[in-house]
């Protein structure tokens, strides 16, 4: 996987400290590849999304060289991310059980967790 590139999307009216955050976030699980005034750029491959849910604006879903991460917008609290060694336990690192009942659901949509394929891997 080391050759995929993925993109998380920074919210038009993201703040210098966002966007600092949401690289130095990132940073600690994977390799930052790149970035523009509205994208960064890693290491990894985009799983899935969801929309407007709770406080988050968006929320992005990665399969990185090891492990996954979540990446979102928090209306609130700025950009939030989250990590965990399968995907299976991505949706707990949501506080908010609406948040994780989505997370959950593109995950099960997307077939990452709950088949036949997310056992096989």
Do not use: C
């Not at 996987?1 to 600092?20: C, G, K, N, Q, Y």
């Not at 994208?39 to 968006?58: D, E, N, S």
């Not at 995907?87 to 994780?100: C, G, Q, W």
Request: glycine share 8%; aromatic share 10%.
């Amino acid at each position: 996987m080391s050759s995929e590139i993925a993109e998380f999307p920074l919210p038009a009216d993201v703040t210098e400290e966002e966007r600092a955050k949401a690289k130095r976030e990132i940073g600690k699980y994977t390799k930052i590849l790149g970035e523009e005034p509205r994208v960064i750029r890693f290491a990894g491959r985009t799983i899935g999304q969801t929309g407007p849910v709770w406080h988050f604006q968006f929320t992005r879903l990665y399969a990185l060289p090891k492990g996954y991460l979540a990446a979102g917008h928090d209306l609130h609290e700025g950009i939030k991310v989250a990590y965990a060694e399968t995907p299976e336990d991505l949706p707990k690192a949501f506080e908010n059980d609406l948040v994780r009942e989505f997370v959950e659901d593109e995950l099960r949509y997307r077939k990452i967790i709950g088949s036949e394929h997310a056992r096989a891997q």
